[in-house]
């Protein structure tokens, strides 16, 4: 896992659900790829930072979606590259453009329905199947064995979040999982979502761990990004 002591290397990550991508990550980074997609003329929806709330001028952003499978999205993602270049007005060699490398080392899920669940506790019930499986990144980059955050999102419903990161921290976060279901509420309830090659592509926990979670991570140093949905009541 990545330290948080250490520079963090941070890059966004890219969500498909039903046909439409979400990009969550740095305000800077989500601000400039507002900018591409809009220069190329691709419509997109934004949402401000720390609320969920429509973006403001001025305001950071928290999310950057588009109505687009994850496929279109970075087609027109390429395509903007390529309206940024500066091409060589001599006969200097042509380069082909390329995304930022920030955006290019994106890493990837998509949500498939029907993706098997299995539980971390031997018997405990699942109630339903579902969840986030690791997608190529730009290029067919392989998101799964990809370095970066641990990334804990609150995506489908108020009362789970999911853990979405690699292969390795994916494992370590389900000792840790099993080692505080011991003496915490909720851990024992954790669901991992496999692949079709038996690769987890990510973690599922009630919100009730939210905190002990981080708590756990930070405390081992360990760089996270967690994105919740605003506290009601």
């Not at 928290?62 to 091409?87: C, I, K, Q, R």
């Amino acid at each position: 896992m990545t330290r948080s002591d250490e520079v963090p290397r941070r890059v966004p990550y890219v969500l498909e659900y039903q046909g439409r991508t979400v990009v969550l990550g740095e305000p800077f980074h989500l601000a400039e790829l507002d900018r591409m997609l809009t220069r190329s003329d691709v419509p997109t929806t934004t949402t401000v930072s720390g609320t969920g709330t429509m973006h403001l001028d001025g305001v950071l952003l928290n999310s950057v979606s588009v109505d687009l499978p994850m496929t279109g999205f970075w087609e027109h993602v390429h395509a903007s590259a390529f309206d940024d270049a500066p091409w060589p007005s001599d006969d200097s060699p042509i380069t082909v453009p390329s995304p930022p490398e920030w955006l290019s080392a994106a890493r990837c899920w998509e949500y498939d329905p029907v993706a098997p669940i299995l539980p971390l506790v031997e018997g405990a019930r699942i109630e339903q199947p579902g969840g986030w499986l690791c997608r190529p990144s730009f290029g067919g980059a392989d998101t799964a064995r990809g370095e970066g955050s641990v990334g804990l999102f609150q995506l489908m419903d108020q009362d789970s979040f999911w853990v979405l990161a690699s292969l390795e921290d994916l494992a370590e976060i389900r000792l840790l999982a099993m080692e505080l279901a011991r003496y915490r509420r909720g851990f024992a309830e954790l669901g991992a979502c496999f692949d079709e090659f038996e690769r987890p592509g990510s973690l599922r926990l009630p919100l009730i761990c939210r905190e002990s979670l981080e708590d756990e991570l930070i405390a081992r140093s360990i760089d996270i990004e967690p994105r919740f949905w605003p506290r009601t009541g």
